[in-house]
C-alpha cells in the first residue's frame, strides 16, 4: 500500500473515531437542538469525504467494502449543500454507518503496519 493511502487512511480512521465519540452519548433529538454538535460532525464528515476522495484506485480496487464514493459524495454535499443538511440523513450516517466503518477502518490499518 502506498504511503500516503495510508496516511489518509490513517486520517479517516482518526475522523470517524472522534465522530463516533462525539455523538454517542447524544441522540437525535439532541442533534437537533445542538448547533454545536452539529457542526462538529459536519466538519469531520466533510475531513473524512476529502481523505476518501484521495485514497488510490489500488487501495479502493483492494478494498472495496469501504464505501469509498458515498465518503466523498457526503463531504460534497456537506460542503455544498451547508444550507440545507437533512439531520436524519446526517444522523444515520453518524450513528449506523460510522462505527462499522471504523472497525473495517481499524483491521485495514492493522494490516499494513
Given at each position: 500500500m502506498?504511503?500516503?493511502?495510508?496516511?489518509?487512511?490513517h486520517?479517516?480512521?482518526?475522523a470517524?473515531?472522534?465522530a463516533?465519540?462525539?455523538?454517542?452519548?447524544?441522540s437525535?433529538?439532541e442533534?437537533?437542538?445542538n448547533r454545536m454538535?452539529?457542526l462538529?460532525?459536519?466538519r469531520?464528515?466533510?475531513i473524512?469525504?476529502?481523505?476518501?476522495?484521495?485514497?488510490?484506485r489500488d487501495?479502493?480496487?483492494?478494498?472495496?467494502?469501504?464505501?469509498?464514493?458515498?465518503?466523498a459524495g457526503?463531504k460534497?454535499r456537506?460542503?455544498?449543500g451547508y444550507?440545507d443538511?437533512?439531520?436524519?440523513v446526517?444522523w444515520?450516517?453518524?450513528?449506523?454507518?460510522?462505527?462499522p466503518?471504523?472497525?473495517?477502518?481499524?483491521?485495514?490499518?492493522s494490516?499494513e503496519?
Amino acid at each position: 500500500m502506498r504511503r500516503s493511502d495510508l496516511i489518509l487512511l490513517h486520517q479517516i480512521t482518526d475522523a470517524v473515531n472522534e465522530a463516533v465519540g462525539f455523538t454517542k452519548d447524544y441522540s437525535r433529538q439532541e442533534l437537533s437542538s445542538n448547533r454545536m454538535l452539529q457542526l462538529a460532525a459536519v466538519r469531520l464528515l466533510e475531513i473524512i469525504g476529502e481523505a476518501a476522495a484521495g485514497i488510490s484506485r489500488d487501495c479502493r480496487t483492494t478494498y472495496p467494502d469501504i464505501a469509498w464514493h458515498k465518503m466523498a459524495g457526503m463531504k460534497q454535499r456537506l460542503a455544498r449543500g451547508y444550507f440545507d443538511i437533512d439531520l436524519d440523513v446526517l444522523w444515520q450516517t453518524l450513528s449506523g454507518d460510522l462505527p462499522p466503518l471504523l472497525g473495517q477502518l481499524e483491521r485495514i490499518t492493522s494490516e499494513e503496519k
